[in-house]
């Protein structure tokens, strides 16, 4: 095997206690700690005001022990829909004080759907806002499930009980569940991760280490809470260092950009941190279009106040097209910091916080995570090792396989615990030495990480040839008329497959001209043959694509009709 050393990302964040950083092996212990080392500074700052450390921490005793009555068995899992802001993270904390776990649901969610992850997660009770209270009567109405309402302030004795919970909350094994997440059900009925107390505080540490969060920061939250990038990323990461999270209620860009930009609130309120998904990168650039075209000063205001004021924006959940990272570096002075990660495995690697970024690649391992690029061998001996890196820096690549892909796969104290009631799935999902199969294909070159999309979707197969959606599609969006854009592999009985591409454009496009674009931009075989325009790509909360329900939609077998809506 041939060795090479990457840089590896500090063990330690410098500056942040050592006993706490070290001693605390769950992930609420160190929140709730937090809380009270910080107690009367701002935590979080939304709708409704602001709101302190100790705050949050009496509200969530207190409604803790309303979840102690309502679900007296240890372990009940406890759904949770609240707006984003203090009701959520004091309903959040109550569950795991109760020494419960929590189920996040997505305000944005049908009823049929609340209720699945209600049944599935076999939830004892539920927790909601005077907000969220019809949607979630409606969604426990055959069931008869407890709903207690997070709103309202609590007595001194709810802060007393905060002090006291400490040492109960204490002796929870870091191994026990904490949350469950459910996966966007992409390949069958949605699955719930179960991610333990270990799982979280492990991801919670990487990436306070790898991004050196510090008590100074101020993120500014604007995405949902039912998945790892809002729950974990943009909110666990603040709260366990004390710093400051300004929450928006939901996604709006004239909002975003009046944060980002504000000059004149104390510096202490001033945002630094910026995490979103690549949409909501895209919204933001469409916004600063209309309002700096031939505005030359606020071009330059934009890019003044972004690069003096702001330390770090990421960006995740999706594939990062090049021209938003090309056009965001030209507005703001940034370019976007690309990492990867799931819900299974929590942040996996990552682009350095200092230093090159290489566009289109996700960087190294994070701290606690080893990561391998294999081949599977069907009936030989299982995967074949092509390359593997940690988060000490080292990587190995076996001699010949350089620059080769494989699938992507991870072993570290961040991985899930396993598939809600799904034992059976679980054990696929992992290889026979205890590597998770992320089902990615990846591929190490000069040192660095490149995701080339779903293994099994975004790998198109056509004429011997094996083609990376991802990367037709960033060729594609180099197109002045493309806005957005999907690359699917479609069934064709002489070629295996065929490239078919679906784009939204602003223009009347002219479909023919594209297609001879793509053929003077592609290689042959890599240019699609199939196009199709859509006046807007379907997303989910994320910003990702499902493909299979794409093709399902708009590219029906033969003898079946499109589905509804296509």
């Known amino acids: 095997m041939s060795v090479c050393v990457l840089h590896s990302l500090p063990a330690r964040l410098p ?46 005793a207190a409604l803790a022990g309303r979840l102690r009555c309502a679900a007296p068995q240890p372990g009940s899992r406890v759904a949770v829909l609240a707006p984003p802001g203090h009701q959520f993270v004091s309903a959040q904390w109550a569950v795991w004080m109760a020494g419960h776990v929590a189920v996040p649901l997505c305000g944005a969610h049908p009823t049929s759907q609340h209720r699945y992850y209600l049944d599935d997660s076999q939830s004892a009770a539920v927790v909601g806002t005077e907000e969220t209270a019809e949607q979630l009567e409606t969604a426990v109405a055959d069931s008869r499930l407890p709903l207690l309402l997070a709103d309202g302030e609590t007595t001194a004795e709810g802060e007393g009980g905060a002090r006291g919970e400490g040492e109960e909350v204490g002796s929870r ?7 469950i997440l459910y996966t966007s059900g992409t390949t069958g009925p949605p699955k719930g991760v179960v991610l333990t107390h270990g799982n979280l505080l492990s991801q919670t540490r990487d990436m306070v280490s790898a991004w050196q969060w510090q008590p100074s920061d101020v993120i500014l939250h604007t995405l949902p809470l039912h998945h790892t990038h809002g729950l ?40 630094n941190v910026f995490t979103a998904v690549p949409t909501i990168y895209a919204k933001l650039l469409e916004h600063y279009d209309n309002k700096s075209r031939n505005n030359f000063a606020y071009q330059s205001f934009v890019k003044d106040v972004c690069k003096s004021k702001i330390r770090v924006m990421i960006s995740g959940s999706a594939a990062l097209a090049r021209p938003i990272l090309d056009r965001w570096e030209v507005a703001t002075g940034h370019r976007l910091l690309e990492r990867y990660g799931m819900t299974e495995t929590g942040m996996v690697l990552t682009n350095p916080l200092h230093g090159h970024r290489v566009p289109g690649a996700v960087g190294r391992p994070f701290p606690s995570v080893s990561v391998r690029v294999a081949r599977f061998e069907p009936g030989v001996s299982g ?86 959606a991802l990367d037709v599609e960033r060729r594609l969006l180099e197109h002045p008329e493309v806005q957005d854009v999907a690359v699917v592999g479609l069934p064709d009985l002489t070629w295996g497959q065929k490239v078919a591409a679906v ?64």
């Open 232 to 271: 974990i990323n943009a909110l666990a990461c603040p709260l366990y260092v004390g710093a400051k999270c300004v929450m928006l209620p939901s996604f709006d860009a004239e909002k975003v950009w009046y944060h980002l930009l504000d000059t004149v609130s104390d510096p202490a309120e001033q945002v």
């Open 503 to 566: 784009v939204v454009s602003s223009a009347d496009l002219d479909l023919a001209g594209l297609k001879q674009w793509c053929g003077d931009q592609l290689p042959p075989y890599a240019a699609p043959t199939v196009l199709k325009v859509l006046p807007q790509m379907p997303r989910n909360a994320m910003g990702k694509v499902n493909k299979k329900q794409l093709v399902k939609d708009l590219f029906p077998e033969p003898g079946t009709a499109p589905a509804a809506g296509a």
């Open 15 to 60: 500056g942040l206690p050592v006993s706490r950083y070290l001693c605390t092996r769950r992930l609420h212990a160190g929140l709730l700690e937090a809380a009270r080392s910080h107690g009367e500074r701002t935590a979080l700052v939304d709708p409704s005001g602001r709101h302190t450390y100790r705050q949050l921490l009496a509200r969530a």
């Open 383 to 468: 995967y074949t090792t092509l390359s593997e890196a940690d988060g000490s820096g080292a990587c190995t690549v076996t001699p010949g396989c350089e620059d080769q892909e494989g699938e992507l796969l991870v072993r570290g104290p961040s991985l899930f615990s396993g598939y809600w009631r799904r034992p059976e799935v679980t054990a696929r999902e992992f290889t026979a030495d205890g590597w998770f199969r992320t089902g990615d294909t990846a591929r190490l070159s000069d040192g660095v990480f490149s995701i080339l999309g779903r293994t099994s979707v975004d790998i198109i197969k056509t004429g011997g040839f094996k083609i990376s």
């Open 173 to 179: 094994e870091d191994s026990q569940p904490a949350v």
